[in-house]
């Protein structure tokens, strides 16, 4: 099949889901890369942690913050679905600083993420991609805001009445009376741009390495697998992630190490249409939508899918 079928068919299948996606897939040593419409603004939702864990991490190497440092976490308290580690803790917790990094970025904990964005908040983390050179993507806000949506205020049997004012309620130009999905007060990112993060992660050029490989030990080390992991879990593989969920929202970004040593980035952000929490077939067919694209280029490099 030709790039161009490819991405025609890749578009109509994750439409007939019910999604919009911006799909971005990069050979990491030779640049080459497919996309499907990777310059679209959408919110980050949790792939913010991955930046944050950085930022973090730079302050460590450079001694501004001590890793071992022990912390007073207070408990999230949250009783809805979804939100994992000290968010749903019930009683206070000391946790050291090195471990908030791994809760807040393996597990994707948000009360862990929001005490480590006291530490270095949201503009010190900007800072640190500016140092970078990585553009495009704009960290705001802390994630208890991600916990602040009509899906938290309703019963949970009226869920969908929160999908839908996400979906239907967005302005032209992308704003939405809803903050978490407003592009002027959300934080953003293209595909372009998390590809640009994963990159620097993976072949540093500015970042230090041994930040660098500690975030990609933790993105190694994520739990949350039911995305874009199936595709790329398999004996030959390794997959190192990290996902974002809000309302409507469905991402991941991570790359695929290949037992022959090929290197493959993967950028998947998705929007629903489909007022519904729970899409495990939207789930498996972003999924086989980023595959698609990644069969496609290693099979254009010589190299079996």
Not at 27 to 48: F, H, M, R, V, Y
Request: proline share 6%; aromatic share 2%; with cysteine.
């Amino acid at each position: 099949m030709s790039t161009l079928a490819l991405l025609d068919d890749v578009r109509r299948r994750l439409g007939d889901a019910g999604l919009r996606g911006s799909l971005l897939v990069r050979d990491l040593d030779t640049g080459s890369e497919l996309g499907l419409d990777p310059a679209i603004e959408l919110p980050l939702a949790s792939l913010a942690k991955v930046p944050l864990a950085v930022a973090v991490l730079e302050r460590i190497r450079t001694g501004e913050l001590d890793g071992a440092a022990l912390l007073d976490v207070p408990p999230g308290r949250v009783t809805t679905p979804g939100p994992m580690g000290i968010s749903r803790f019930r009683h206070p917790a000391r946790i050291a600083v090195e471990d908030l990094l791994y809760l807040s970025t393996a597990v994707s904990d948000n009360a862990a993420a929001d005490v480590l964005f006291g530490l270095v908040p949201p503009e010190a983390v900007m800072r640190t991609l500016d140092d970078l050179d990585v553009a495009g993507l704009t960290v705001r806000h802390g994630m208890s805001v991600l916990a602040d949506t009509p899906a938290e205020r309703l019963p949970t049997d009226e869920t969908h009445l929160a999908q839908a004012l996400a979906i239907t309620a967005g302005h032209e130009g992308r704003g939405h009376p809803l903050a978490q999905l407003d592009v002027a007060r959300a934080s953003i990112g293209t595909a372009q741009a998390c590809m640009a993060l994963l990159a620097e992660l993976w072949a540093p050029a500015r970042l230090d390495p041994g930040t660098a490989a500690t975030v990609r030990d933790l993105l190694g080390a994520n739990v949350v697998r039911h995305r874009l992991a199936p595709e790329f879990t398999a004996d030959d593989m390794t997959w190192a992630s990290k996902t974002g969920t809000l309302l409507n929202l469905r991402h991941e970004i991570g790359v695929v190490e290949h037992a022959d040593g090929q290197r493959i980035a993967v950028v998947a952000l998705s929007e629903s249409s489909v007022p519904a929490a729970r899409q495990p077939a939207a789930e498996a067919q972003l999924a086989r939508a980023a595959r698609d694209l990644h069969d496609h280029l290693r099979d254009a490099a010589g190299r079996p899918a």
